[in-house]
């Protein structure tokens, strides 16, 4: 086997870095969901802090029009800002943990191949064909393996798990295809959040609630989602897309249900079931394929390559 490359390694680390911290909040918000804050406080914390603290990024660079025009940028703000965040954080107020890990990151590079090819006419190498044919296998492995417990409530969630996952998909590749600064995107998305969600939720739901929540909770919430989450998570993710092409940096989206249910052992006191386990394994194994991880190759062949051809 030939060794990792510096390349690879650095985009590898990157990606690894940033779905921790998307595991984490699969974990964290699922708990915040179903205890003291709701959905729009979630979103509101998210990017009212990531808003204002990026504000001057975006004011220095600008909109980015001419590499993205208005529906990119639209594309860009809703694939990872208050749209796509309220529609995972509903998601977790219907369905368990373990299925937003499955179908929302972990499908997610599902659906940035599917995009890529038919848009972009990216052309998936036979390895990272067989990867995302794992990555699937393993998301419907844990999914179906909860089937007896299916209900109404259940399947809304899934469907919001899926839809968020296709906003962030959509999100990959056009920033990819842009090829934007990590912190320029970050800036774009979290900003363009608050400048559009912020007074809605003003409108709607004042600050009344959040008043009336301890000022740790608060704190620890306003640190974690607008900043861990929207600011570091997201510069990490844009590195790796980056250095991997789109389809190898979204393929460690697919790590999530193994990090999310090591997190939910000690937060939320969920035990992975072995079918559970046997999904995990076949999506960890996915993401190496598909990432372009280095193979055994006879001849000294070469690993697999970039996505869209990108460094």
Known sequence: MRAVSPHYLTGALNGFAAVSIWASWSVVTRLAVTTSLDVWDISALRFGVAGLLLAPVLVRRGLALDRLGW????????????PYALAAAAGLRFAPAYDGGALNPGCMPLFVALIAALALGEK?????????????????TIVGGHAAAWSTSRMLGDALFLFAAFLTASFTVVMQRARLDPLHAAALVATGSLVIYLPIYLALCGTRHLAQLPFADITVQ????????????????????????ASGGAAFGALVPALSALFAIPLLEEWPSNTDWVGIVLISTGVYLASGGPLRRGNGARPTGNAIGSG
Do not use: C, E, N, P
């Open 71 to 82: 529906l990119g940028l639209a594309a860009m703000i809703a694939g990872t800002g208050a």
């Open 222 to 245: 306003a640190i974690f989602q607008g900043i861990l989450v929207t600011i570091v998570s997201l510069v990490l993710y844009g590195r790796a897309v980056a250095i991997l092409g």
């Open 124 to 140: 998936l190498s036979t390895a990272r064909k067989s990867g995302l044919s794992l990555m699937l296998a393993g998301a419907i």
